[in-house]
């Protein structure tokens, strides 16, 4: 039997420390719309892990 671990959604301030990039950045990102895949839970804004790595792999590819 395989077991799948759900990693938690990462915060703003994680994907900050992931990237190498300011906090506004990444606000600036998703109000352009350019940036990693984000959803709000509540009144906060959370990444999912997965999403990320793709996102950044996808702009080295490019």
Known sequence: MVRR?????WTV???SAYLG????T???W???RVGPL???VGRHLRYDPADVRAWL???QAA
Not at 5 to 9: C, D, R, S, V, Y
Not at 21 to 24: G, K, Q, R, T
Request: proline share 8%; hydrophobic share 40%.
């Open 21 to 24: 990039v300011p906090v506004a």
């Open 57 to 59: 792999i996808e702009r």
């Open 26 to 28: 990444l606000y600036q």
């Open 38 to 40: 984000a959803s709000r």
């Open 13 to 15: 301030e994680e994907v």
């Open 30 to 32: 998703r109000h352009r």
């Open 5 to 9: 671990t759900i990693e938690p959604l």
